[in-house]
């Protein structure tokens, strides 16, 4: 059973704070994806990683994929109330390929 | 581009009684996938269809849940009978195909509470 493992569970930030996001697997995944998800709303897309060591840049948000494509990271630069939600990872590929396997996700509060 | 639609937004019921889902994939998306997520925690996956057909429901509880995409387009999930246990949103998404980087677009889901 292939599982991730995200820290922290929650995070409660000021305005401006820089943060990262950690999902962690003993597992090789083929990609990661990072999802946003807020309440009453199902999870979004924010990037796909494929490569080991690859990193992606969206804005404020920048993703890095493990050299070993077992874990990844989420930085947010300058943090903004409108990046309240909850951050989800999810793997794909490996031994179930087609699917996806979620880890229990960040709920992040950011206050202004 | 219309998204993935759910139907019922909100559902409450007795333990024991039965329930169903609706789901609405985007058009031309083969694959379609139930989940299952519990509050504060990540989606599970109950069921994965590639058009009408079923690729994984080794997580589905299959004594009590059910689930179908006849024709490959729409679905439904049921329950019956519904545990308190089974309280949480059940979110459905689709995608393009099955492929090893698999991006899934999701409704907004059902929450059904069991009481």
């Known amino acids: 059973t292939q599982l991730l493992e995200q820290s922290p569970q929650f995070l409660s930030i000021q305005e401006g704070e820089n943060l990262t996001v950690y999902c962690n697997s003993s597992?090789?995944?083929?990609?990661l994806q990072w999802y946003r998800q807020e309440p009453g709303e199902g999870p979004v897309l924010l990037v796909t990683?494929?490569?080991?060591?690859e990193v992606k840049k969206l804005k404020r948000l920048t993703f890095q994929f493990g050299d070993a494509r077992k874990d990844s990271s989420l930085h947010i630069t300058a943090a903004q109330p409108g990046d309240t939600g909850l951050y989800l990872c999810?793997?794909?590929?490996?031994?179930?390929?087609?699917?996806?396997?979620f880890g229990q996700g960040t709920i992040l509060t950011v206050h202004p | 581009e219309a998204g993935v639609a759910q139907s019922p937004r909100y559902k409450i019921i007795e333990k024991r009684q039965s329930v169903a889902f609706w789901c609405n994939p985007i058009?031309?998306?083969?694959?379609l996938y139930w989940y299952q997520q519990i509050l504060g925690q990540g989606p599970k996956l109950l069921i994965q269809?590639?058009?009408?057909?079923?690729?994984?429901d080794s997580q589905l509880p299959k004594d009590r849940f059910s689930a179908e995409r006849l024709k490959g387009v729409d679905s439904t999930l049921k329950i019956q009978p519904a545990k308190l246990e089974d309280s949480a949103v059940y979110l459905c998404?689709?995608?393009?195909?099955?492929?090893?980087?698999?991006?899934?677009?999701f409704g907004p889901g059902t929450r059904l509470t069991v009481l």
């Open positions: 998404a689709s995608s393009l195909q099955m492929t090893y980087y698999n991006e899934q677009f």
């Open positions: 999810a793997g794909a590929g490996g031994t179930s390929y087609g699917k996806l396997t």
């Open positions: 990683v494929v490569t080991g060591g």
């Open positions: 269809f590639q058009n009408n057909g079923v690729v994984d």
């Open positions: 597992s090789v995944f083929s990609s």
């Open positions: 058009s031309g998306h083969a694959t």
